[in-house]
């Protein structure tokens, strides 16, 4: 009996949420960046080490092989920054760390590796921008990592995340932090 109330009330949601996307034009729709209705007022957030060390580390490594290299992710959290480096025209993941501003030597290339990939002209996040989504509407949640992925036409942002009870999250926010999408781990 709950189960069917609740289909009855997602298929009801769906169908307004559909009539009204529908009724919307174009030029009353908001902009990918825009806050979603509701939602409070985003305000800057001092960018923490972690997420400047993505443009950093993406620096240092373009600088050591040269400038537009594809990558498959960076990852970045308190104690260091992932670069998974795409050669082989994309076969192979080649994975540096960077930490305490210093890139690390290369591991093993990873080889059968596959997905989309990114240049680091696609990375334009805004460093004091890209967590005041999660800071204005999940206050009590920890940031714990940001991940840089490909998605075929650019870069996707994934927050990890705890939330106040201790779960883990992956919270995609666009480049100036709009919550796209919150999935538990």
Do not use: H, W
């Not at 400038?67 to 670069?83: H, I, K, L, R, S």
């Not at 990375?123 to 921008?129: G, H, K, T, W, Y």
């Amino acid at each position: 009996m709950v189960r069917r109330r609740l289909r009855s009330f997602a298929a009801v949601t769906v169908a307004a949420l559909l009539a009204s996307v529908a009724a919307c034009s174009n030029d009353d729709a908001p902009g990918p960046d825009a806050a979603p209705e509701g939602s409070t007022a985003r305000e800057p957030v001092d960018a923490p080490d972690f997420v400047l060390a993505v443009y950093d580390a993406i620096a240092a490594l373009e600088s050591q092989l040269g400038e537009e290299q594809e990558f498959f992710e960076v990852t970045a959290n308190a104690q260091f920054t992932n670069v998974f480096v795409a050669t082989d025209e994309g076969t192979v993941a080649v994975p540096y760390l960077y930490v305490d501003g210093e890139l690390q030597p290369p591991a093993p290339g990873q080889e059968g590796a596959s997905g989309d990939t990114f240049t680091a002209a696609d990375v334009d996040f805004e460093p004091n921008m890209i967590l005041s989504g999660v800071a204005a509407d999940l206050p009590d949640t920890t940031i714990d990592a940001l991940s840089v992925y490909g998605d075929g036409v650019g870069t996707v942002y994934v927050l990890g995340a705890t939330s106040k009870v201790g779960g883990q999250l992956d919270i995609r926010v666009t480049a100036s932090g709009a919550i796209v999408s919150v999935d538990p781990i």
